[in-house]
């Protein structure tokens, strides 16, 4: 075997081999007198010219905004026999967190520490994981997504091969503009083209490469899927219409039961109340049942591509006698997505041709969810619990175990950093680093292995929570803070702050001395008295400007007669709006409006904050209801309003019961 460069700065174990006793003995070893790693240690020192064991191979596999229970052995309905058994020669983790978000989860797994510490984007205080193995002795390869700040993947001191595309999505049969193949633009979209595929077929291209060198590879397996679009074939959509023509409360209602048969939860915990923004199953109309049951049908295919790709990068390990020395990493890099999309277009998405973008409403997000509250987007659980199934060797204790100790995603940096025999060092680039946030999960691999739980700070955009001992403090929207007992209500139904609020305090001090300590923007800090409804993220982003809502969204009015009103920080202005009009519907009929309006420069809200509505008809109760609006039909501080179109921008609220 070749000897490896020395490299300033890093101390690494690459050594002649051993065999299999030998390696897995003394892997066994150390996992007894593991400590978690951290990056405070001492200066970086030279390295020793010693004997100890060859570094594993590492293959991480990364699915994109899959949600907690669509796997088969995460509770789904879903056809995943690849994955499923994965994790029977595995472990699962019933407590595995990423971020709220696909590029913050990125970076956190790139960075080994969460979005904020890192730099964000620019990993300003953080050193990209791939050079750390490189220096390590480490081929380092990546296909697929990368969205994960401005390293450039397609340069070698990152990954020696790449392929794949640098943005948040891509069209998974002609791909785009930004997809390569090392530092070459590739464009080779034929007709066969299929981006899960073709990521699993360089993946395997890149590993063979890799077997015929004397150095461990670590891979980096980024799919798109089932990210939107959802895009699969046809024959493979239609399989799973049927499955979902019973709608969100019944699927949801069967994972968690399978959930609580898995041994995933306890028999105790309930299911997560579903917030009003989520359309009931039963109010839809037929026509929306079936468009609703098509777009989980293509998400479902899409979840069952992955899991095809994933069977033929695990044949290929086994073909190659690489199984026993390969570490493998199976995870999503959020909690269930609901997406784009708008009540008119939803139905003319072809999940099996190019150019759509077909995507899965938040009602199925909730199904994703189970059983936790929320979605994507949310520091709430629903929104950062994610499946994580971990494998190397096949023969270490026993398998098929469920793992029910806490684990966060920053928790991948320090086990590579232990399982490569390198330090993370004090400075790179000339720049100071920060600390790795996590521990190494080593510990956890071991038949009832232990290891000291960590605090856990998590923030993205409209979202943030502080967790630690079990005990989680969370915001959405910056409203009020929340306080859960995530041993006794990890569904997080019972609020307790009002019970707890000095424990409360000392959390959310500890978030605001850690956001101000990273450089979080300001807006993020604080926290108001009124909570607004889920989507008001979206609202904003079609109205910057609205500040009040009434009825709130996302909530039950306190009667059946209402008054519309929309507060705004800047001025209104109708002038040039004739023809565009705001409309009420109920859930139970998309094509007759209850109510509209077409206002005027004549209104008298013309050049006010607010406009006020009052002549709205009695609603019936315990029903559904939500606005739609022509863009533009409202200019608010010289800009006019975008389209809300109860897709992904939506204003929905219900009725109280008679």
């Known amino acids: 075997m070749k000897r490896q460069p020395k490299v300033a700065g890093f101390r690494y174990r690459m050594c002649r081999p051993v065999d299999r006793v030998c390696l897995v003995l003394a892997f066994v070893i150390s996992i007894v007198f593991a400590s978690p790693i951290r990056a405070d240690v001492t200066e970086p020192t030279k ?21 907690y229970s669509d796997l088969g052995c995460y509770g789904g309905e879903i056809d995943t026999p690849a994955i499923d058994q994965l994790a029977g020669e595995g472990v699962r983790f019933s407590h595995f967190r990423a971020t709220p978000m696909c590029v913050t989860s990125r970076i956190a797994l790139l960075s080994g520490m969460p979005f904020d510490d890192a730099g964000r984007n620019a990993y300003s205080h953080a050193m990209p994981l791939p050079i750390l193995l490189q220096n390590a002795g480490y081929r380092t390869m990546m296909t697929g997504k990368w969205h994960a700040g401005t390293p450039d993947p397609r340069e070698q001191r990152l990954f020696h091969r790449a392929f794949g595309f640098l943005g948040g999505m891509t069209d998974c049969f002609v791909g785009g503009d930004d997809w390569f193949l090392d530092s070459q633009p590739f464009r080779d979209f034929d007709a066969d083209f299929y981006s899960t595929d073709a990521i699993a077929e360089k993946s395997i291209e890149f590993m063979d490469e890799a077997a015929q060198s004397d150095q461990p590879f670590f891979m980096y397996v980024a799919f798109n899927a089932p990210h939107h679009p959802c895009q699969a074939p046809r024959s493979l959509v239609e399989k799973y219409l049927q499955r979902y023509e019973k709608g969100y409360e019944a699927i949801r209602s069967t994972r968690h039961q399978r959930q609580i048969q898995l041994g995933l939860i306890g028999g105790d915990m309930p299911l997560a109340e579903v917030s009003e923004e989520t359309r009931r199953w039963d109010e839809l109309t037929e026509h929306r049942k079936q468009v609703e049951a098509g777009r989980m049908a293509a998400y479902a295919a899409a979840v069952e591509g992955v899991d095809t790709a994933v069977g033929r990068i695990m044949r290929f390990l086994d073909d190659h006698e690489r199984t026993r020395d390969t570490l493998v990493i199976f995870l999503s890099d959020n909690g269930g997505d609901y997406n784009n999309g708008g009540i008119d277009h939803d139905e003319k998405q072809v999940a099996w041709a190019p150019g759509g973008n077909p995507s899965s409403s938040n009602g199925w997000a909730s199904v994703k969810a189970t059983p936790f509250r929320y979605y994507k987007h949310a520091c709430h659980e629903g929104g950062i619990a994610a499946p994580l199934i971990i494998r190397w060797p096949r023969d270490r204790g026993k398998t098929g175990r469920i793992v029910h100790e806490s684990a966060n995603i920053t928790d991948f940096y320090p086990t590579l950093v232990e399982l490569a025999g390198a330090e993370y060092p004090r400075k790179f680039e000339g720049r100071r680093l920060r600390p790795l946030s996590g521990s190494s999960l080593m510990p956890l691999l071991a038949p009832a292995g232990k290891r000291k739980s960590l605090p856990v700070y998590q923030r993205y955009d409209v979202s943030k929570a502080w967790i630690e001992n079990d005990w989680k403090a969370v915001s959405l929207y910056n409203g009020p803070w929340q306080l859960f007992d995530l041993k006794n209500d990890r569904s997080e139904r019972n609020d307790l702050a009002a019970e707890h609020p000095e424990r409360l305090g000392r959390l ?39 500040i009040q809502l009434s009825p709130a969204n996302g909530s039950t009015t306190s009667s059946q007669q209402i008054t519309v009103s929309m507060q705004f920080d800047e001025p209104i202005d109708f002038t040039g709006t004739e023809g565009r009009s705001i409309r009420l519907y109920s859930v139970s009929n998309e094509s007759e409006p209850v109510w509209e309006a077409s206002p005027d420069a004549s209104h008298a809200s013309q050049g006010k904050n607010e406009i006020v509505f009052q002549n709205i008809p009695k609603l019936q109760p315990d029903q559904g209801y939500y606005f739609r609006w022509d863009p533009g039909w409202i200019h608010v501080g010289n800009r006019p309003v975008g389209v809300l179109n109860d897709g992904a921008f939506w204003w929905r609220f219900r009725t109280p019961v008679e």
């Open 47 to 67: 390295q020793e010219d010693r004997t100890s064991p060859v570094a594993p191979n590492v293959l991480v596999m990364m699915a994109d905004d899959l949600g």
């Open 508 to 546: 959310v001090k500890q978030w605001n001395e850690h956001a101000k300590e990273v450089g979080v923007p300001k807006t993020s800090l604080g926290s108001s008295t009124q909570q607004k409804g889920w989507g008001w993220h979206r609202l904003k982003m079609v109205c910057p400007h609205l």
